[in-house]
């Protein structure tokens, strides 16, 4: 990126206040953007982030201060107004709809469509032009999470958009999925479109981006070039406190805990993806990490293992023993207990209090039934002790699950688990929406048990964790499971190529 | 031949006898496609039933009457929009409230109005064309709405698959937060489909009390909205499948009394079970995996949206 100086500034947002009942999501914040220039926005969940570039694409209404678009003040009312001056976002979630076509998709997020049939052959061209090939006539439901991905970043390519704004864009996708996404973007940022980029991954942002502002607590904290940054110093400046990696004892591998062969078994779940012979085994005190792009049988694999989703005999042993047949009840009192990665309505019960979560998974191994009556007294020491042991913030064990923050509620869950001295743990997205602190004793609670002999399961999609804590690796990628391999040794464009590579994107690149 | 009816005749009446859940069940397969379960379409067709009655010989004039039953409906509609869009009640729960309002107030409305004959609806007159031997007697002598209803099918059909307002329509029952997210008035966009579906209903109802029976009695619309409920499942939420699931279902149950006359070998209560058999089945393989995609139904149907953040 040449000429810095001469850059027009585009977006420039002065004090801008943003309260909601209770939290003030951003609290006097200023930055600009110039033309063409790529600039992250850093914070941890809950920082303020979302809210901010929610503002910028007239989703929400600022409280107070004042944005101007190119030299004009700029107040969308609503993301139309956003977009007919040519601000564009691409979403985390939920802008897409699965049971419609990607022409369909892509016109319902543009002003002025033009005529289906015409759209079709414009995605295409504009697509190919920028290396994300797609197929206008496809389901959005049929597609893997990098080509959702890909429709989204088209649907704003197609209006010549000055400023694209882009929400963790990264999370769904392999590595190789990745840098096809960096090249796209510094193709348009060389073609003067100015990117704003939302991400906690810093190794990313020190590789793509000119600039970074740093939010915490809804206050900007700092702003840095990426490039002359460490990513630990970043990192600190984002969460306020100097972090520790977790530490891992030095343990001896025992008898196998969990063996899985030869599981196949059919998704329950809408646009699921089914499991496909999938075979592996975890012995006790091994951590065996399970990646893999959303979607491509995670969730599916978490109810096969669970008991929710019943197999075929032989598919699946505890400690030598058949357990294919058993529901989560009896898989629990044999040993196996599992965490799923929605935490509300799957983990927990969202309306149901603290204590009472805890009895509906902790009953068969905790002994909080006698004679079918509830033994509260105990039930309340066993919750008590989950608040105790993983510093679960909350005003008391009578609350109800949906009051408290996603993290605090993720190590409920999470410890719930493992308070039950199970031999195999499954757990689904250990950290997903955690922010670094909790994460951290999320991830060191996991090792701990793994020390103390556990089996332990753990499917994510965050590379960095797996390659933190995990002793194997396997990847998922469309319902198989790759042969595990460990850990140590294996370089990011192997685990790439496990994951799937760039689901035939490599192609349309090469031809440029 | 069926034992002495006239084919002929047996199809035309068919046709008439239809035109009521027609009517109901395209409006509701609007409100469905926008996301929203409304149970309340029985309680909309005698709102509209008794309205269109009263305002007709109130008038005199069988159009005005129409008109005021396609009202009433639409009015009644507006409270379930209200309660379940602004106030985010609970939908089944209040379509069935709705169901059972609309029975009471139209039958406190009608009092007064028993044994009144209304003014009559005419048949379109056209022409020759009526005096074609069966053909004529099939498809060209019956009254407008008989017309209208299958045009509106066949315009809400083209809507829902060609506009933008359709696609607009469809991605707001699909997904409301990808709707809003994209700057979409999910909550104004479902009001208003409510209230098609609320005036659909109204139609289909002043169609019983106007020119199916003619007359108003108590509990006029004897379960037709919930026969429309029925096919708008049955259906599959496609269009052209509601006129075939009417015809074939919405028929038959109004055609009773000539089938036993017939002597039909099939008792007709097996008939008039079989449009909720169908849905049943058609349910149990919506919820089974992957058929819930399939079958064409709207992924957000019955959840209520509340913008957050």
């Known amino acids: 990126m040449t000429g810095e100086t001469t850059r027009p500034e585009l977006l420039a947002v002065s004090g801008v206040t943003k309260a909601y009942p209770g939290v003030v999501a951003n609290s006097d914040v200023s930055f600009s953007i110039k033309a063409g220039e790529v600039h992250a926005l850093l914070g941890e969940n809950g920082a303020g982030k979302s809210t901010l570039v929610k503002m910028i694409y007239g989703l929400v209404k600022p409280d107070s201060g004042s944005m101007r678009l190119s030299g004009a003040a700029y107040a969308p009312n609503e993301p139309r107004q956003a977009r007919a001056s040519g601000v564009a976002m691409v979403f985390q979630h939920f802008s897409l709809f699965e049971a419609l076509s990607v022409a369909e998709n892509v016109a319902l997020g543009m002003e002025n469509p033009p005529k289906l049939r015409d759209l079709a052959s414009r995605i295409r061209k504009v697509s190919e032009e920028y290396g994300l090939p797609l197929d206008p006539d496809r389901m959005v439901g049929d597609l893997s999470a990098g080509e959702r991905q890909r429709v989204e970043i088209i649907r704003c390519l197609l209006q010549d958009p000055k400023l694209l704004i882009m929400d963790e864009p990264t999370s769904v996708l392999t590595p190789q999925e990745v840098d096809i996404l960096f090249k796209t973007l510094r193709q348009l940022s060389a073609e003067g479109t100015a990117i704003l980029y939302i991400s906690h991954k810093l190794e990313e942002i020190r590789a793509l981006c000119d600039e970074a502002t740093i939010l915490r607590r809804g206050k900007v904290v700092a702003t840095c070039t990426p490039r002359d940054r460490s990513a630990r110093e970043m990192a600190e400046l984002m969460v306020g406190a100097t972090l520790t990696p977790p530490e891992r004892g030095t343990k001896a591998k025992g008898d196998v805990a969990l063996r899985v062969a030869g599981l196949s078994v059919a998704s329950p779940i ?120 993983f510093d679960v913030r909350t005003p008391g064990t009578h609350v109800a699950a949906r009051a408290l923050s996603g993290g605090n509620l993720q190590k409920f869950v999470v410890g719930r688990e493992l308070s039950q001295a199970p031999t195999v743990i499954v757990i689904n997205q250990p950290t997903w929406g955690v922010d670094a602190a909790a994460a951290a004793a999320i991830r060191q609670a996991i090792l701990d048990r793994a020390a103390t002999g556990a089996a332990v399961v753990v499917i994510s999609q965050d590379l960095d964790e797996l390659l933190e804590i995990a002793d194997n690796f396997a990847a998922l990628n469309e319902g198989r499971l790759t042969q595990p391999r460990p850990v140590a040794g294996l370089t990011i464009d192997e685990i790439g190529l496990m994951m799937g590579g760039a689901h035939g994107m490599e192609v349309a690149h090469h031809a440029h | ?102 029975l009471g107030l139209s039958s406190m409305i009608g009092q007064g109005y028993n044994g009144i004959k209304p003014p009559p609806t005419g048949v379109v007159p056209l022409g020759p064309l009526s005096d074609i031997p069966a053909l004529g007697r099939i498809l060209f002598s019956h009254d407008w709405v008989v017309y209208a209803s299958i045009l509106i099918v066949a315009a809400v059909w083209a809507v829902l698959k060609y506009t933008r307002t359709g696609l607009i329509l469809r991605a707001v029952g699909e997904s409301h937060d990808a709707a809003h997210a994209l700057g979409y008035k999910v909550i104004r966009i479902r009001m208003l489909a409510i209230m098609f579906g609320g005036a659909m209903a109204g139609l289909g109802g002043a169609y019983i009390s106007l020119v199916r029976v003619p007359q108003w009695t108590d509990g006029i619309t004897a379960g037709a909205g919930w026969i429309a409920l029925a096919i708008v499942v049955f259906a599959s939420w496609r269009p052209w499948r509601i006129l075939l699931g009417a015809y074939l279902f919405g028929g038959i149950t109004v055609l009773q009394l000539n089938l036993q006359a017939a002597g039909a070998a099939i008792p007709v209560q097996y008939l008039s079970m079989s449009p909720y058999l169908i849905t049943i089945l058609v349910l149990v393989i919506m919820s089974s995996g992957k058929g819930r995609a399939s079958m064409n139904a709207p992924a957000a149907l019955g959840q209520n949206f509340h913008a957050s953040r």
Not at chain 1, 358 to 368: D, E, I, N
Not at chain 1, 376 to 388: C, D, L, Q, Y
Not at chain 2, 97 to 102: D, E, R, S, V, Y
Request: net charge negative; aromatic share 6%; glycine share 16%.
């Open chain 1, 270 to 389: 809408p646009f699921g993806t089914s499991l496909k012979n999938i075979g592996f085994s975890v012995a006790k005190g091994e951590v065996l990490g399970i990646a893999g792009v959303a979607g491509n049988g995670q969730d599916e694999l978490l109810l096969a293992l669970s008991g929710e989703l019943r197999t075929a005999p032989g598919t699946l042993s505890i400690d030598g023993a058949d357990v294919s047949a058993l529901g989560p009840n009896d898989r629990r009192r044999a040993g196996l207990v599992a965490a799923p990665e929605e935490r509300l309505g799957h983990a927990a019960a969202p309306d149901m209090s603290l204590v009472e979560n805890a009895l509906l998974s902790g009953a068969t191994r905790q002994g909080l039934v006698k004679n079918g009556f509830i033994d509260w007294p105990a039930t309340r020491s066993f919750a008590e002790g989950i608040v105790k042991d």
């Open chain 2, 1 to 102: 031949m069926l034992g002495g009816i006239n084919p002929a005749i047996l199809i035309a009446s068919l046709m008439v006898a239809s035109v009521p859940i027609i009517l109901a069940a395209i409006g509701e397969l609007v409100v469905e496609k926008a996301g929203v379960l409304n149970l309340g379409v029985e309680g909309m067709m005698i709102m509209g039933a008794i309205c269109g009655f009263v305002t007709a010989v109130a008038t005199g004039n069988p159009y005005l009457g129409f008109l005021g039953g396609a009202v009433g409906g639409a009015l009644l509609s507006l409270i379930f929009g209200v309660l379940t869009q602004y106030f985010l009640s609970n939908q089944v729960a209040t379509g069935l409230a709705l169901t059972l309002f609309g």
